[in-house]
């Protein structure tokens, strides 16, 4: 098998460096694996100390606020809970939200602030900021005849990409810097498995039929694809390309690209291990950033490149935050803490009959499924996808007027910011505030307002319905329903008026915590106090936070877990040496992660 692996790369090296013999290329190859063996194994020691280190850091918890009750405690570690305990709300599917949210928004502020948001999202630049990224990716970019505004929107998108990139590789995967990259790589499974409707008529493209051609969408497929493939270093000189092709066909097709498992022998690439599958080297290598461009058209999810980066950035941020949580392999890390949950269960007098653990089990493995997105999987069957169709049809036909018996959301949000301790006036002033003021005009006022949701890690759903709409694996509908469902709730105005609340209500917790920040946290009022409780927020952590987390947006003062990006080493490491924890360059940065994501994960 190594010695296969040896030859197909070094036949793929002759073919990208013209004039090489045979025997360099082998010689190249041999260095190449040689290095990447190092690599790998250097990875799989770390990896297996960021898995031990997740699973004895989530048992704390659970054994610390969740001693009486270990199956609660793993659900609210997965899902969150409101029972007033430490770390209650502090959950994976928070963090999740929080940095997803965080991105995305950040990168609508970019765009916003760029002044040509409305350019940027049509889609008219996207042929050249492809090529633009293309050129950011190697050594040496030369940037000749490309579009200026076409650049900036590149440098917008690169600056989010490798946010991103260096996140996730944080977190245990191992995701190089190609020259090819451009941007992450995605295919419509709907649109690959019919092919010949993609590319055909109308009538052509109706999900349903009752005798599916497999072999002619994959003909169909394969004649788009083939002439804008780099063969040589796609196959690699692998003796029977079209059956290689057709294997990843399938996959495409049947939708096994979005699962997370993935076995391998290396070691690093383990079975389960997310980071594996994000640390996967690319298969399909395309001719250049234009054959790029109109397979992504064809068969990509999303009309834009603006699209595909949000879908990126939102899914990125899932399993950036996911492997934060359970480590590079979250499914082995789910399996041990079941396991530990379990033998707690049977050794506590005050738990539920562990002889009820069976039906527990099934509640925190569909918890799980929820965080890692394997409950929201698109199903391969025409049949089911066009039930899915059918109920959301059934949905909106029964909610036209949503926005009038949404009214009483006002008082939900008002009763919340009272439980963290505003006064009555205060908290229905701010849902008064939100209607009136909604996201802002156009331009600068609106990113600021946005460069504040992202840093406070608020969500934005007239943004994300807009782009995923189109593509979006988890809402699992065809895009025209999905379009027709982000159309329907726009015109009847229920999701401005989400949108608006669910800002301004951030935006009032932000300013009064802003306005508190002179005092420390035992001079706090008893619902903040509260609150801090739930997100397992201490007292050093308010103190490190307060004098940096102020920022300036329309003349009013509100805090933000940004503050925490300025804390520095020398204050992490004391802090760390007061928790009895020796200072690394890695746990420094950890743990201002961890501050950040506590209070992102507060006004979230």
Not at 274 to 280: G, K, Q, W, Y
Not at 394 to 420: F, H, N, P, R, W
Not at 507 to 528: K, P, T, V
Request: positive net charge; charged residues 25%.
């Amino acid at each position: 098998e190594l010695a296969g692996k040896l030859m197909a790369r070094s036949r793929q090296i002759r073919a990208e460096r013209y004039g090489m013999t045979a025997d360099e290329a082998v010689d190249a190859a041999l260095k190449e694996m040689s290095e990447e063996a190092v690599t790998l194994s250097q990875l799989k020691k770390r990896n297996t100390y960021l898995n031990n280190k997740a699973f004895s850091t989530e048992l704390g918890r659970i054994q610390s606020s969740w001693g009486d009750a270990p199956r609660e405690g793993l659900m609210a570690s997965y899902v969150g809970s409101n029972v007033l305990r430490r770390g209650a709300q502090l959950s994976i599917d928070a963090d999740q939200k929080g940095l997803a949210r965080e991105w995305r928004n950040g990168l609508d502020a970019d765009v916003e602030r760029n002044g040509k948001a409305d350019i940027f999202r049509t889609g008219d630049l996207d042929r050249d900021a492809m090529r633009a990224l293309d050129e950011m990716y190697k050594d040496n970019p030369n940037m000749t005849g490309i579009d200026k505004d076409a650049r900036e929107f590149a440098d917008i998108l690169y600056k989010w990409q490798e946010t991103y990139r260096i996140s996730a590789n944080n977190a245990g995967a191992y995701i190089k810097r190609m020259a090819d990259y451009i941007t992450h790589q995605n295919h419509d499974m709907f649109k690959v498995r019919n092919a010949v409707g993609t590319m055909g008529s109308l009538k052509d493209r109706f999900p349903f039929r009752l005798k599916y051609d497999e072999e002619g969408n994959f003909k169909a497929w394969r004649d788009f694809v083939m002439p804008r493939l780099d063969a040589a270093r796609t196959f690699g000189g692998h003796p029977e390309p079209e059956a290689w092709l057709k294997h990843f066909w399938r996959n495409l097709a049947s939708g096994e690209h979005l699962q997370s498992g993935t076995t391998t022998n290396s070691g690093y690439m383990a079975e389960g291990s997310l980071a594996s599958r994000l640390s996967a080297p690319r298969l399909l290598h395309f001719n250049g950033p234009d054959a790029r461009f109109e397979y992504d058209k064809m068969f990509g999810r999303g009309q834009t490149l603006y699209e595909r980066v949000s879908l990126q950035l939102e899914y990125g941020a899932h399993n950036v935050a996911l492997m934060r949580r359970l480590g590079p392999n979250p499914a082995q890390t789910h399996q041990r803490l079941k396991t530990a949950a379990r033998l707690l269960t049977e050794q506590s007098v005050a738990s539920r009959d562990a002889n009820l653990w069976k039906t527990d089990e099934q509640f925190i493995d569909a918890y799980y499924d929820e965080i890692t997105g394997a409950a929201n999987m698109p199903g391969a069957s025409p049949v089911a996808s066009a039930l899915r169709s059918t109920r959301a049809l059934q949905t909106i036909s029964k909610l036209g007027g949503a926005l009038i018996s949404s009214i009483s959301d006002t008082a939900v949000a008002a009763s919340e910011l009272k439980y963290q301790g505003m006064t009555g006036v205060e908290a229905w002033k701010t849902q008064l505030d939100g209607v009136f003021q909604g996201r802002g005009r156009r331009g600068l006022v609106r990113a600021e307002r946005m460069r504040l949701a992202s840093e406070l890690g608020v969500a934005v759903d007239h943004l994300r319905s807009a782009t995923w709409s189109r593509f979006s694996a988890q809402d699992a509908l065809p895009g025209w329903m999905a379009r027709g469902q982000h159309l329907f709730f726009k015109l009847n105005g229920l999701m401005w008026w989400t949108d608006t609340l669910r800002m301004a209500n951030a935006q009032a917790m932000s300013h009064r915590f802003g306005m508190m920040a002179r005092r420390n946290i035992s001079e706090l009022d008893a619902g903040a106090q509260r609150v801090f409780e739930l997100f397992d927020i201490t007292g050093d952590e308010w103190d490190l936070m307060r004098s940096r987390a102020i920022t300036q947006v329309e003349g009013k003062e509100y805090f933000t877990p940004k503050g925490a990006d300025h804390i520095t080493d020398v204050e992490i490491a004391y802090l760390l040496q007061k928790e009895g924890v020796s200072a690394t360059e890695r746990r420094v940065n950890e743990r201002r992660e961890l501050i950040k994501t506590k209070f992102r994960d507060l006004f979230a």
